[in-house]
């Protein structure tokens, strides 16, 4: 998981007063180009998965069809898939098909890989969600904490916790909860969103199981429901707790350097009011960026656990695919994971420059 | 020993040998003295040692089965116990050693050296070539990397070579932004002018001045990553994707043991040990060589 910056910040011409029409023009220019910019890296995102399913295999048919395939299916499929036209010509076709929808059919499942993903992706959704929350309220309260406490064995312990979340793998992590909190410990439910004998009970309104069981007011299938889910979501959780808590001690020492902050202190402001009012609150919009990009990174994470956790995800789904070798299938969860993960990334990036007015 | 020392601190050199290894004292010295990071290096030494002398340090073979000896929990006799054919999860951990260290090298051979060039050669010479070659690296950037790494291993077969090739497609980009940022610092100084008057053709200026001022950034950056290809190849190992049965490999151990993990933990949850403790190596050694060699950029990132 990487989270360096993808875009570079912007010039900075200050804009002076009595330039609103100027400043506006400015703006409407920017989100022209964030709108040029996020095209073109969808176009760069299609080029790859093109690339990969199209270029790369020997023989693509095969790829699509399996090996089991009789020639007249094979023949259908090579003409189908337009492979006696040029590259480009292919291409486009592929940009345009995308575009409508048509990511192909699914050889391991039948139906069309679009309709797979539109039921699987709400319950990644739903996990790495509650990963996210998890992670904010946990690390950034400890990333101030270190912060404050520079130097003690509360800084120390909270960065080794920080390193710990770019070395420990989280299928082995998801292993190990299953091992301790549900074989031993009794205190989670195993693998998959429900018990088996709720499977099926609660219809599907928005693929989110805990606002399903809510809508249709069964609560029993809402606390197991949350049962399942816990355990999947802590160790997303944990790894986007490390992540903010990394970046958040790191912004708060920035903060706590400053001049104004030493002011503060000097003048008798309490200590907790300084480090909450006077340095955390300047923080918030490079949080913002950070948190972005860690929810981004857990759409990626969620594949190693929902594997681990038999989740009925995009992660588990896109893995499914891959064994089964069903390539269409897996370019087209290839490519969902990563246009929510360009847009979550160059959202968060807009957002910083919108909201901070020195970027602005 | 005192005047080896003399020597090698000596303030002018007298050739580049004796600058360079005396560059390389001193860090030496600073890094040691920095815990974490003297932690990291021995780490990192021990997984170098360990995938050298693996047939002598490992007591069993990582491959001989013995169907009666088969899950047994950790003892003396096998201190990470056996899997399910019987195998020694220990001695197969000393040789998956091997395996981990040809990845990192491997991917580390081949993606920086990439990264650095096009970084350079965007930095360097600017305008439209400039535009183009940032372009591709911020596309791949703003991909997920284990994603990319695994459509890749979809298309080419899975298997360790595939695994790396993968993995270094997904790496070169942040080494090329490393080395565009470091190439534009001083594309306009005067010791480049210099070569350039001299008659120093763009190559041979890129290859002579621009690189070897960009590799102690580069040399940290690929440290710092290391824990993440690491982690990459593990987790292709253990989705299947990666190193194929009967090797080692850590992930795919792991991936072996997920069917024993409520009664036998130690099948699946020892080789995880491994891995977090050769990652963590890295990590440390990282931000210790980070704090050294580039001290102006502190706890960033």
Redesign the interface.
């Known amino acids: 998981m990487s989270f360096e910056p993808t875009t570079e910040p912007a010039s900075a011409t200050p804009a002076l007063p009595g330039q609103k029409g100027r400043r506006a023009l400015k703006t409407a220019g920017s989100f022209v180009w964030f709108v040029v910019t996020i095209a073109l890296t969808f176009l760069g995102l299609l080029a790859i998965t093109f690339f990969i399913g199209r270029v790369i295999p020997i023989d693509p048919v095969l790829a699509v069809v399996g090996d089991r395939a009789t020639p007249a299916v094979y023949e259908a499929a090579r003409i189908e898939m337009g492979l006696d036209r040029p590259l480009p010509v292919q291409f486009l076709d592929y940009v345009t098909d995308v575009l409508t929808g048509d990511f192909g059919m699914s050889v391991s499942t039948g139906r069309p890989v679009i309709s797979d993903l539109a039921r699987v992706f709400p319950a990644t959704l739903e996990m790495a969600t509650i990963g996210i929350l998890m992670g904010i309220a946990i690390g950034v309260p400890m990333g101030v904490v270190a912060a404050a406490r520079q130097g003690s064995w509360v800084d120390q312990t909270i960065r080794v916790f920080g390193l710990l979340g770019y070395s420990v793998p989280a299928f082995w992590l998801g292993l190990v909860g299953l091992a301790v909190f549900y074989a031993r410990l009794r205190w989670a439910s195993g693998p998959g969103r429900l018990d088996i004998f709720y499977d099926g009970l609660v219809p599907p309104v928005t693929g989110l199981m805990l606002v399903d069981t809510l809508i249709a007011g069964d609560y029993d299938i809402f606390w197991n429901a949350l049962d399942h889910l816990i355990l999947p979501a802590s160790v997303l959780g944990f790894f986007s707790l490390a992540y903010i808590a990394r970046m958040t001690r790191s912004f708060m020492l920035d903060q706590l350097s400053q001049e104004f902050v030493t002011t503060a202190r000097v003048k008798g402001v309490p200590e907790r009011v300084v480090i909450w009012r006077h340095a955390f609150y300047p923080i918030r919009i490079q949080l913002i960026t950070v948190i972005g990009l860690s929810y981004a990174a857990l759409l990626e994470g969620s594949v190693m656990v929902e594997t681990v956790f038999s989740w009925p995800g995009i992660g588990n789904y896109l893995t499914t695919a891959l064994l089964n070798a069903d390539m269409n299938a897996v370019l087209g969860a290839t490519l969902v994971i990563g246009a929510v993960f360009i847009f979550i990334n160059k959202i968060s990036d807009v957002l910083y420059r919108v909201l901070d007015p020195r970027a602005r | 020993m005192a005047s080896a020392r003399a020597w090698l601190l000596a303030d002018s050199p007298t050739s580049r040998l004796q600058a360079n290894l005396g560059r390389l004292y001193r860090i030496t010295g600073m890094l040691l003295r920095n815990p974490l990071a003297a932690v990291g290096a021995a780490i990192v030494l021990a997984l170098v040692l360990t995938a050298i002398f693996a047939p002598w340090i490992a007591p069993y073979s990582p491959v001989g089965q013995s169907l009666q000896d088969r899950l047994l929990p950790p003892s003396a006799e096998h201190l990470m116990g056996t899997d399910e054919l019987g195998r020694d999860i220990y001695s197969r951990v000393i040789y998956g050693s091997q395996i981990t260290l040809t990845i990192v090298l491997l991917v580390a051979v081949i993606a920086a050296p990439v990264g650095l060039v096009i970084g350079a050669i965007a930095g360097y010479f600017g305008g439209w070539i400039d535009r183009a070659l940032m372009?591709?690296t911020?596309?791949?950037?703003?991909?997920?990397?284990?994603?990319?790494a695994?459509?890749?291993?979809?298309?080419?077969g899975p298997g360790i070579n595939n695994a790396i090739i993968a993995i270094a497609i997904t790496a070169w980009p942040?080494y090329a932004?490393i080395s565009r940022a470091e190439t534009l610092t001083f594309r306009n100084s005067e010791f480049i002018d210099a070569v350039r008057l001299q008659g120093g053709s763009p190559a041979r200026i890129i290859v002579r001045h621009v690189l070897p001022l960009c590799t102690s950034s580069m040399i940290i950056r690929v440290t710092l990553d290391m824990?993440?290809i690491i982690?990459t190849a593990?987790?292709l190992g253990?989705?299947?994707?990666g190193a194929q049965p009967p090797l080692p490999e850590w992930?795919a151990m792991?991936?072996r043991?997920?069917t024993f993990?409520?009664d036998q933990?130690w099948v699946?949850?020892m080789p995880?040990f491994a891995?977090?403790l050769v990652?963590?190596g890295?990590?440390?050694l990282g931000?210790g060589l980070r704090d050294v060699l580039d001290p102006k950029q502190?706890?960033?990132?």
Do not use: H, Q, Y
């Open positions: 372009g591709i911020d596309i791949f950037l703003s991909m997920p990397k284990l994603i990319l695994l459509a890749f291993v979809a298309a080419l942040a932004r824990a993440g982690l593990a987790g253990f989705i299947g994707l992930g792991i991936s043991g997920r993990i409520l933990w699946a949850t995880g891995i977090i990652s963590l890295f990590c440390f931000d502190g706890d960033k990132g």
